[in-house]
C-alpha cells in the first residue's frame, strides 16, 4: 500500500501508480493509515470499473512519453538528429519506464558510473549533456516540476599534452600514404581547413591561376578565401576530375564521407605515435605561431570564432618555458 502522512501538516493521503498513471489524494479528515488503506483499495476498485471522483496527478509522463517528445524536438532542432540516439537508449534500458518525475541523481549517476568504465569522461559529459537537453524540454513542457540533472556535476577532464605532427613525421607519412590520402594531409597542413571543409571542397571553388580557394561549408557559416601555396597547388592537381568533388573515390565515383579509419590506418603503417587527422589543423595553427605569425591572423585562417580556442594551439612550450628557467638560473 502506498499509504503516508505528510509531516507538514499530518494528514493521510494516498499516492499510486495504476496503468502507468499516478493517482494521489489528500484526506485530512482521516484519522490513521489504516482508514486510507481503505480509501485506496476502493479507488483501485473504482479503477477497474472506469471509478470517479479520483485526483490524477498532473506530472505523471512516463520516461517513454518524454523521450518522445525529445526525439520530435530533435528532428527540427538538430541538423544530426540521431547523432545521440544510443545514448537515450541505454539510459532508457537502465533506468527504465517509470514516471519522469521519479527519475532521481541516482539513476543518472548510475549511468555515469557505467559509461565511466567504457569511455572517456569527456564523452560521458556529453552524453549527459543530451540527457540533460531532453530533461529541459520535459520541464519546459511542463511535463515534470524539477530537472534532476540540475545538480549532475560532469567528470573531470585530464587533458594530455597537445599532440602535433613532427615534419620529420610529416615525412614519413606521406611516403606510406596513397596519392589520395597524401593530398589530403598536405591540404590539411599548409591550408588548416577543416576535415569536413577539405571533403566538401568542390573544384568550382579552387582557382588555380589566381592560387586561392574558397572555403564554402564552414563550421561558423561563413565562407574564406584561402591562398594556396606551390605544394598544396600540386596536391589538388594530381586529383582526378570524376566529379565536382577534388576529393571523390575512384571506386564509387562520390565524395568522401569520413577518412577517420582510413588516416587511422596511415598512421599505424608510418609507426608515428598516434594522431588524428583533425589533429592537423592544430599543427597548422602550431607551426605558424612558431614562425611569427599573429595570434588574430591564425585565427582568421583556421576560422575559429573566439581567439580563446587559436590559443589552445599555439604554445611554443618548449621554448618559452626552457628560456624562462635559463633566465631564473642566472638570477
Same mark, same amino acid.
Given at each position: ?13 494516498? @499516492?499510486?501508480? /495504476? ?91 548510475? =549511468? ?12 560521458? @559529459? ?81 582557382? /588555380? ?46 565524395? =568522401? ?55 589552445? =594551439? ?7 618555458? @626552457? @628560456? ?8
Amino acid at each position: 500500500m502506498s499509504v503516508y502522512t505528510d509531516k507538514r501538516n499530518g494528514h493521510f493521503g494516498y @499516492n499510486f501508480m /495504476f496503468n502507468g498513471i499516478r493517482y494521489h489524494k489528500v484526506f485530512p479528515e482521516a484519522k490513521s493509515l489504516d482508514e486510507v488503506q481503505g480509501y485506496e483499495l476502493i479507488a483501485k476498485a473504482q479503477l477497474r470499473q472506469k471509478g470517479y471522483g479520483i485526483e490524477k496527478n498532473q506530472y505523471n509522463s512516463s520516461l517513454a512519453e518524454i523521450i518522445k517528445d525529445y526525439n520530435v524536438y530533435k528532428e527540427v532542432a538538430y541538423t544530426k538528429p540521431y547523432n545521440f540516439d544510443y545514448v537515450i537508449n541505454r539510459f532508457y534500458k537502465m533506468t527504465g519506464n517509470k514516471v519522469a518525475e521519479e527519475v532521481t541523481l541516482n539513476d543518472l549517476l548510475k =549511468y555515469q558510473c557505467v559509461r565511466k568504465k567504457e569511455v572517456k569522461a569527456s564523452t560521458v @559529459n556529453r552524453e549527459m549533456d543530451c540527457i540533460r537537453r531532453m530533461f529541459s524540454l520535459a520541464k519546459q513542457n511542463k511535463k515534470i516540476r524539477i530537472n534532476p540533472c540540475d545538480d549532475l556535476e560532469d567528470l573531470r577532464i585530464e587533458n594530455p599534452p597537445e599532440r602535433f605532427l613532427t615534419k620529420d613525421e610529416e615525412k614519413i607519412l606521406l611516403s606510406v600514404s596513397n596519392e589520395i590520402m597524401a593530398a589530403m594531409i598536405i591540404v590539411a597542413l599548409y591550408t588548416g581547413m577543416r576535415t569536413s571543409e577539405i571533403l566538401n571542397l568542390k573544384w568550382a571553388d579552387v582557382f /588555380f591561376n589566381e592560387n586561392y580557394l574558397v572555403v564554402l561549408n564552414t563550421k561558423n557559416g561563413k565562407s574564406r578565401r584561402l591562398p594556396i601555396i606551390k605544394k598544396v597547388k600540386k596536391a589538388l592537381l594530381s586529383q582526378k576530375k570524376i566529379s565536382e568533388y577534388v576529393f571523390t573515390s575512384p571506386v564509387t565515383f562520390t565524395k =568522401y564521407e569520413d577518412i577517420k579509419t582510413t588516416f587511422a590506418r596511415t598512421v599505424k603503417r608510418a609507426k608515428i605515435p598516434h594522431i588524428t587527422f583533425h589533429k592537423l589543423r592544430h599543427t597548422t595553427a602550431s607551426r605558424l605561431n612558431e614562425l611569427g605569425v599573429d595570434i588574430i591572423t591564425i585565427q582568421r585562417i583556421l576560422d575559429h570564432s573566439d581567439v580563446s580556442i587559436t590559443q589552445q =594551439y599555439t604554445h611554443t612550450f618548449d621554448d618559452s618555458i @626552457n @628560456n624562462a628557467f635559463k633566465k631564473l638560473e642566472k638570477y
